[in-house]
């Protein structure tokens, strides 16, 4: 698999126009239902903005943490974000500490804000994971090409899932799909949801995916022994939980 697209002037990183047109599908959905909701504009254009910008450093600075003995002998590629390593935890807790005093110093609600983002969120990173497909990243454990098949994954999907002599799970697709469900979840439910309630769902969605999607991947971020998005993952549920609770209790 090509990781570049050659204009032939330039050649460009599949994986960096897949965050870009995540990045920008996303930005639109979330003006849009700002200006639903009557929310100033320039107030969503700055947080965007900025917590776009918060997100890509966290999820590189969270990546790089993970590998420091690399990065520590290897400086100047942790400028190279296009060739993969942007953790998407690190982006989301990164840019969420931003937007709670972003929020505060605007007088907004968090929630209501966290609300307009996460159907967003989910889908610019349904998008977003195709990048590691085209970087040969975020794969599972090795299968034959008639499990492959009988799973009726697409062909080039199969034949740019074959990666050293073998053929892997391609866990990028299972969790784009279950992100693109977990957005189509959202849009029917939003107009129907109290605040606080789609930032749940978020949580607990892709909390459950997510920790499912690890438990194959083979090229996860390790603590210790343990793999790191899974722990997140349990902390994300856990969290859901408690916003269903206190916003219900609120009712």
């Known amino acids: 698999m090509n990781p570049n697209l050659d204009l032939g002037f330039i050649s460009v990183h599949l994986y960096s126009i897949c965050i870009f047109i995540g990045m920008l599908i996303g930005s639109f959905l979330v003006l849009r239902e700002a200006k639903k909701q009557n929310i100033n504009e320039d107030d969503i254009v700055n947080l965007l903005f900025y917590a776009i910008i918060i997100g890509i450093i966290g999820a590189r600075v969270y ?3 993970f590998h420091l003995d690399y990065y520590l002998n290897n400086p100047l590629s942790i400028l190279k974000i296009w060739e993969g390593g942007l953790a998407i935890h690190g982006g989301i807790i990164f840019a969420l500490i931003f937007i709670y005093f972003y929020t505060k110093k605007k007088n907004l609600k968090l929630l209501k804000i966290l609300d307009i983002l996460v159907p967003a969120l989910i889908l610019a990173q349904a998008i977003g994971r195709w ?4 970087n040969g990243e975020a794969y599972g454990p090795v299968v034959s090409l008639n499990e492959l098949n009988n799973l009726f994954i697409p ?3 199969i034949d740019g899932m074959y990666i050293d002599g073998n053929y892997h799970l391609p866990m990028f697709y299972f969790e784009s799909i279950l992100c693109l469900i977990g957005f189509i979840i959202m849009m029917f439910i939003k107009n129907k949801s109290k605040t606080g309630y789609l930032t749940a769902f978020y949580l607990l969605w892709y909390g459950i995916v ?11 971020l390790m603590l210790f022994d343990f793999k790191i998005a899974q722990i997140v993952s349990i902390i994300m549920i856990v969290i859901s939980i408690i916003i269903f609770v206190k ?3 609120n009712v």
Do not use: M
């Open 210 to 220: 997510r920790f499912f999607i690890e438990s194959f991947r083979t090229d996860s």
């Open 155 to 157: 062909p080039f999907i």
């Open 131 to 134: 990048g590691n497909f085209f």
């Open 247 to 249: 916003e219900k209790k």
């Open 63 to 65: 990546f790089v943490l």
